[in-house]
């Protein structure tokens, strides 16, 4: 996209659209004694908050309660994933190898 002004040279900006690639600077300056001064690309929010994992996500369409749905819609994050694996096979591994 560029955007000029008369005469003066065009400010040039690249607009990323999907998620493939990721966004280019926002604001590009315009050249010396331009009246563009700032050329700002502006991007919308996101519809939904990206997930890393919802392991009930499932039920929630068929769940004939209102706390699945609500339970469904928990995000574990992969800090809390890491420790719900880590803890229990570092106790299991612990017993196996008879580690004290």
Known sequence: MAVTAGEYPPV?????????YP?????MAGPAG???RELRVVYPKPRHKPAFWMP?????GRAPAPWVARLAAIDI???WLYI???LPTLF????VLKVA
């Open 12 to 20: 040039v900006a690249d607009v990323v659209l999907g998620d493939e």
């Open 23 to 27: 966004p280019t600077p926002r604001r």
């Open 34 to 36: 331009s009246p563009v």
């Open 56 to 60: 009930l996500a499932s039920v929630a």
């Open 77 to 79: 994050g992969w800090l």
């Open 84 to 86: 719900l694996v880590y």
């Open 92 to 95: 299991l591994a612990r017993r």
